[in-house]
């Protein structure tokens, strides 16, 4: 089982950024789809962005796009989460997940993934 671990959380104000990390136990590179779930207070788990293995495709949910963007950098096994003109509806449980997917050019934001971390706190509060 890949083991994912999340980290870059924590207390900003709205409008200000944040860059989430997920590092990856063993070598993601071209094998797993790489997905950012949030759950907010009292919400259901929810899926933002999804890179592919391949690192061509890429998705996110109506409620961040063109704010937030998913990069991979295969060399170090980790996948970034840059996170801009934050809105206090952004505060949640971020989690990244992985599914093996071998050199895939697509990915969804379907939560069926099977290997997921354990979160990072992200607050947006002024």
């Known amino acids: 089982q890949l083991q994912l671990v999340e980290s870059g959380g924590g207390l900003v104000q709205p409008g200000g950024s944040l860059e989430l990390s997920c590092a990856g136990s063993?070598?993601?590179?071209?094998?797993?789809?790489i997905g950012w779930f949030r759950q907010g207070p009292g919400k259901e788990r929810e899926g933002i962005s999804c890179?592919?293995?391949?690192?061509?495709?890429?998705n996110y949910a109506d409620s961040v796009k063109g704010r937030f963007t998913i990069s991979r950098d295969n060399a170090k096994n980790m996948v970034y989460l840059q996170m801009n003109s934050l809105k206090p509806e952004d505060t949640a449980v971020y989690y990244c997940?992985?599914?093996?997917?071998?050199?895939?050019?697509?990915?969804?934001?379907?939560?069926?993934?099977?290997?997921w971390g354990q979160g990072t706190q992200v607050t947006v509060s002024p």
């Open positions: 997940a992985a599914d093996w997917s071998p050199n895939t050019p697509t990915c969804s934001t379907l939560p069926y993934y099977r290997d």
């Open positions: 063993a070598f993601i590179s071209n094998y797993y789809n």
């Open positions: 890179i592919s293995s391949s690192g061509a495709g890429t």
